[in-house]
């Protein structure tokens, strides 16, 4: 098995979306059966709760079912049972990194390392959060989430062949 993890801060937009994106693009992949995912928040704000009502709204526009993901924080264990974690942008990053326990087997990343460079010559480096904006902010963020993730799981599928 390959266990990806996806981190944002609170596990209730970008994180849940980008797990919600993944898992429709693995339902179509022949590896489906050997990658494991999840998502996680690196701050504990909203464990337990659905995502945001706005990530849900935009999520079905695209046809990607979210509603059923509850938010939880990054654990010290995450970091072995997961052999890569995707972080949403650098501070999410940078937080993973501070807690990260020695020993740790995980790669870490952030999302849009994965992302088509020649879809968007200078495309920012981040999915930026949308929480504090309007719908128009989690279209976007979905727009990025749809690509990075389909490219991530050409990466993903790469390591089995």
Do not use: W
């Not at 429709?24 to 992949?29: E, M």
């Not at 974690?85 to 994965?114: F, V």
């Amino acid at each position: 098995m390959f266990n990806i993890l996806f981190v944002c801060m609170g596990n209730i937009c970008r994180s849940p979306s980008a797990e919600g994106f993944f898992a429709h693009h693995l339902s179509k992949s022949t590896y489906a059966d050997l990658i494991a995912i999840d998502s996680a928040g690196t701050h504990s704000y909203h464990i337990g709760y659905p995502p945001d009502p706005r990530a849900i709204k935009t999520a079905a526009q695209f046809h990607i079912h979210i509603d059923h993901l509850r938010a939880r924080k990054v654990n010290a264990k995450d970091f072995h049972d997961f052999d890569l974690m995707i972080a949403m942008d650098h501070s999410n990053l940078a937080n993973l990194q501070a807690i990260r326990p020695g020993g740790s087997t995980a790669e870490l990343q952030l999302m849009m390392a994965y992302y088509p460079k020649n879809h968007a010559p200078g495309q920012a480096d981040e999915v930026p959060d949308p929480y504090y904006g309007g719908m128009d902010g989690f279209v976007h963020m979905f727009e990025l989430l749809e690509l990075a993730t389909a490219g991530l799981l050409t990466e993903v599928e790469e390591r089995f062949r």
